[in-house]
């Protein structure tokens, strides 16, 4: 049986993985988004990918070094970073498991709500982590890494969102064309974190 399945057409397999897992959430067909709606949705999606993994690695490199300076071990690190990429996939789980009820949107849009800070949860824990590094709390960091984990985990459920736009033999470039917008983020990280630092030296900041 397994033989046979294996020399099936390609279509013919993919017809028949699509009626053994079908989507729990009824999406409109690809042929009814028009082209340029999908190439449109592709690019905002991409940007808003590209702006996140500029933002992000701030908690890594920030609280990293506050951790360590925080506690004099380097070890101290680790657990930031740890506690942020535990959260992130927790936060990837639960906000898959809301967009398969409800919808990518939904699940999306609460994503990046929290990264933008504009929710009630992400932007105290900002002001939580500023305050706990300033007042030398190793505990309220680690407190304050876990929602900033939880909104990037949810973020990167882009990439499924912009599969579903898209067949079969072209989902592989349209993903690929927002992990590249990711990837061209990250590296303009750093330049921000110098900027922070400038401006943190010239305003005599320790």
Known sequence: TTASANT????????????????????????????????RNTILLALSQ?????????????????????????GATGVVWALYF??????????????????????????????TQFSKI?????????????????????GATVPFGVAFGGSQLVRGAVADMYEMRA???AVGLVLAAGTVGAVGSPLLVAAIQAVSESRGWD
């Open 122 to 142: 992400t932007y105290p824990a900002g002001i939580a982590c500023a305050v706990s590094i300033a007042s030398e709390s190793y505990v309220g960091l680690l």
């Open 50 to 74: 590209g702006f996140v993994q500029v933002s992000f690695p701030l908690m890594l490199v920030v609280g990293g070094v506050a951790a360590k300076d925080l506690t004099g071990r380097d």
């Open 171 to 173: 989902r592989a470039r």
């Open 8 to 39: 099936a057409p390609r279509s013919a397999r993919n017809d028949a993985y699509a009626r053994e897992y079908p989507c729990p959430v009824p999406n409109p067909t690809i042929e009814a988004a028009p082209a340029a709606v999908v190439r």
């Open 86 to 115: 535990t959260s992130a996939a927790v936060g990837a789980f639960v906000v898959g498991r809301i967009m398969d009820r409800v919808g990518r949107r939904p699940g999306l849009i609460g994503s990046y709500l929290q990264v």
